[in-house]
């Protein structure tokens, strides 16, 4: 029990990729998932109560796992976005520069698909991150 805390980023991280799954499958079935919050605010305050009784707060907050999480994935987004762009200004021809028969968006569909994968996955993680902060207020 004693390290109980490191158990805790692993489970946020199914947690957070269950969410995103979630969202995904209310997209294809055309609903509004932007007006739709599904939030395990039980597993929360859960993990706020865990860690309150046994007294490893501080020892979760050491890991510093929310901050590393979101350089990562905000390091990954301004890589992808750096290579579609690199992508971009290779294919750029002559007649392209004109933006005559460009599309609205150049970037290609994979990196788009990434692109947008990362940023659920960020906005998920700070939700998941401000409720778990609430939490632990709740229970001081």
Known sequence: MKDLFQTFPSVIINLVNSRVRHKDKLLVKEYDSGSTHYMHDSFLMGTAFSL??????????????????RKS???????????SKVEENGKVGSLARLNLWRQSSSIPVEIQKDLDECKRYQKEIELVEHVLN???????
Do not use: C, H, Y
């Open 52 to 69: 309150k009784v046994l007294g490893q707060e501080r020892s979760f907050d050491e890991l510093n796992w929310f901050a590393s999480t």
């Open 134 to 140: 609430i939490s632990r207020t709740l229970m001081s």
């Open 73 to 83: 994935l905000e390091d990954k987004i301004s890589s992808l976005e750096g290579s």
